[in-house]
């Protein structure tokens, strides 16, 4: 699995030996078919040259949200920790659940402030984007790259989550993070007991 993402981390840089500056860390490749970061302490933005200039104001808001939670860094991390318990199904599933949250919340950050027409506009992008991805490298973050019909489903149909909602989860949380987090300290007593004539050395009771 090591070499695996190595090789895809090579095989991208040669992708983008040929890129052109665009904007801060943002830059067009031609060999580029879908969006993407790579990198970790100075992470970049790697975009197809052939997207249009509105697609790529969509594309690049989606990118920085990623960079902004630092989900380059988690999804390193959550990637690395299947290495090492790669014979766990588990471990499997819960790196494909991370790897869709990580967009859907990118997503919902994206278009928390959006209206329904930009909204509707963000979502015919990321199609654009899911229909022209060919490998899907497993470092990288790229736009679109898991769920897509699901994460169009919930753009449309997004709304803003009320308050009691957010503390009833983040209350959720801390109890659920208290019962499995902790361990109950639990104190037995052992009481010896030495009849009289017995041959053995200890009765325990």
Not at 46 to 73: G, V
Not at 80 to 86: D, R, T
Not at 130 to 153: D, I, N, S, T, Y
């Amino acid at each position: 699995l090591l070499v695996f993402a190595l090789g895809s981390i090579v095989r991208l840089h040669l992708f983008t030996r040929e890129s052109v500056h665009y904007s801060k860390n943002v830059y067009l490749c031609d060999r580029v078919k879908s969006p993407f970061i790579l990198g970790i302490i100075h992470p970049k933005i790697y975009l197809s040259s052939a997207l249009k200039e509105e697609e790529i104001d969509y594309i690049i808001a989606h990118e920085k949200a990623h960079l902004q939670r630092k989900d380059h860094l988690w999804k390193s991390c959550g990637y690395l920790l299947l290495c090492i318990y790669w014979f766990n199904p588990l471990c499997w599933i819960a790196y494909l659940m991370l790897c869709k949250d990580i967009e859907l919340a990118c997503d919902e950050k994206v278009i928390k402030k959006m209206s329904f027409s930009d909204k509707k506009e963000y979502a015919k992008v990321l199609l654009s984007c899911a229909a022209q991805r060919r490998l899907v490298f497993v470092c990288p973050l790229a736009f679109g790259e898991v769920g897509v019909k699901e994460r169009v489903q919930t753009i449309l149909k997004y709304k803003n989550p009320a308050f009691w909602i957010t503390m009833a989860a983040m209350a959720l949380c801390v109890i659920l993070a208290l019962c499995f987090l902790t361990n109950p300290s639990k104190q037995y007593q052992i009481r010896i007991t030495i009849p009289a004539g017995s041959t053995e050395a200890f009765c325990y009771s």
